[in-house]
DNA sequence: ATGACAGGATTTTCCTGA
């Protein structure tokens, strides 16, 4: 089975992106970020039409989640659990059966925390930490977990084009990458890196400053993958082509293939 | 030449994002 993230950024922006996407891809499930609409002002008959189900998190102007499946799965959370006074719509985890058991999914827009000195940057650790707990939970099932999404945390130095322009954002600080490790160090496998453990390659080019064309790019989405699921990790990929189709996001889709089937 | 974006809305300007 194939499971694909990609922050979309406005999902009625790019409803014709999305169904070519779906329709050339052909993923079992696709967990989407940044939709930018409320819940009814989702694309449902065109997804639908494209042969896909639709959850969604949607939140007006800002934010907004939603997990489409070829089958409907049982949502679990439309929250992170962990904060009830945290408005933001930025979580939606459901649950497929699979031909190797249970599957959680969870598609996650992590914020991005900059301005470092202001309330957005403890926001978006604290975030990191309600995220690390509910990973931690998850692992107790023995179940194949998959949590993705726009982490807006580069990982490492090698998933930036300049490390140095960087180092003080909030996608680079010690604090994310330090916070994201701690997650990995649950259990948890970045799948890209994973099975590319040489390869600089970029998931996000900023629209400003002709930073496609230079390839002055980011990799801030990603797949954590439990144990049992990285046990059945055969591919991963980034859709880096999408980013050149016209009126395209600024983030591309990635994907992971499992040895493993959606039941039903 | 070292420029230059895009989306949403309390829209013709400002806020947000990364």
Redesign the pocket.
């Known amino acids: 089975m194939k499971i694909a993230t990609w922050?979309i950024?406005?999902v009625?922006?790019r409803t014709g992106n999305l169904t070519d996407w779906l329709k050339r891809a052909q993923p079992d499930v696709l967990l989407l970020q940044?939709i930018?609409?409320q819940d009814d002002q989702f694309p449902r008959l065109e997804v639908e039409a494209a042969g896909y189900c639709c959850a969604v998190v949607g939140q007006?102007?800002?934010n907004g989640v939603a997990l489409v499946s070829r089958t409907q799965p049982e949502v679990i959370n439309r929250a992170l659990p962990g904060d009830d006074g945290d408005v933001q719509a930025r979580y939606v985890e459901a649950r497929f059966a699979t031909s190797a058991g249970p599957l959680h999914v969870a598609s996650i827009y992590l914020p991005?925390g900059?301005p470092v000195g202001t309330e957005?940057f403890p926001y978006k650790l604290a975030f990191m930490r309600r995220l690390h707990q509910r990973a931690h939970e998850l692992l107790d099932s023995e179940a194949l977990v998959v949590l993705a999404g726009?982490y807006?945390v580069c990982p490492t130095d090698k998933d930036v084009y300049d490390p140095i322009a960087w180092a003080n954002d909030a996608?680079c600080r010690p604090e994310s990458r330090q916070a994201l490790r701690a997650i990995l160090n649950l259990g948890y496998t970045d799948a890209f890196r994973a099975l590319h453990p040489g390869v600089q390659a970029y998931s996000?080019w900023?629209?400003?400053?002709?930073a496609w064309p230079k390839n002055n790019g980011?990799r801030?989405d990603h797949l954590l993958l439990s144990p049992q699921a990285t046990d059945r990790l055969k591919a991963c990929g980034i859709d880096r082509a999408e980013r050149g189709r016209p009126?395209p996001s600024?983030h591309v889709p990635v994907w992971v293939e499992l040895d493993a089937a959606v039941a039903g």
Request: with cysteine.
């Open positions: 922050n950024n406005s009625r922006r940044e930018k609409c007006k102007s800002w991005n900059n957005k726009d807006n996608l996000f900023d629209y400003q400053a002709g980011l801030i009126e600024d």
